[in-house]
């Protein structure tokens, strides 16, 4: 009996065991970020925010930790509305932000937040995070710089 597998079959085995252990985490992740959504809507006061950039998967945070991924964030950085039925949006910076054939792609991290009815901030709920994976999934862009991919945002 042989036991042995060649080689193309090996890196495809190999290929496909890190894409579903990927996959797994992305999956991991989203339920926790999901849990964490549902114990605000059931009465945590402090607003979770969610954040984004070209080496950071969509993600919980706390205000805390927006200087840390977005420095001035709700200072000089500006926003956008990604809904039109709900005060949602996401700041980023000015600065990260590129012009290519008349569009303006972002290539830094955002941070998606929501706001109250008096103009505070708010925590994200279960359909904001829907309309943000929405709005990620239909203006995200990978952009080709010589031979490497970069992952950003159409704001245009």
Not at 88 to 109: A, D, H, S, T, W
Request: charged share 25%; glycine share 4%.
């Amino acid at each position: 009996m042989n036991n042995t597998i060649d080689f193309n079959t090996a890196k495809t085995i190999g290929t496909m065991s890190k894409k579903i252990d990927h996959i797994n985490d992305t999956v991991s992740s989203f339920f926790s970020f999901m849990h964490m959504v549902m114990q605000n809507e059931l009465g945590n006061a402090e607003p979770y925010f969610a954040a984004t950039s070209p080496v950071l998967d969509l993600t919980v945070i706390r205000p805390d930790d927006a200087p840390h991924i977005l420095p001035c964030f709700d200072e000089a950085d500006e926003g956008i509305s990604i809904s039109e039925d709900e005060p949602l949006g996401f700041r980023y910076n000015p600065k990260q932000v590129i012009k290519l054939m008349g569009k303006r792609y972002l290539v830094g991290p955002v941070i998606f937040h929501r706001f109250d009815d008096d103009g505070n901030f708010a925590s994200l709920t279960m359909s904001d995070m829907y309309a943000i994976q929405k709005y990620l999934e239909s203006s995200s862009v990978t952009l080709m710089i010589d031979r490497d991919k970069l992952t950003c945002i159409c704001i245009d």
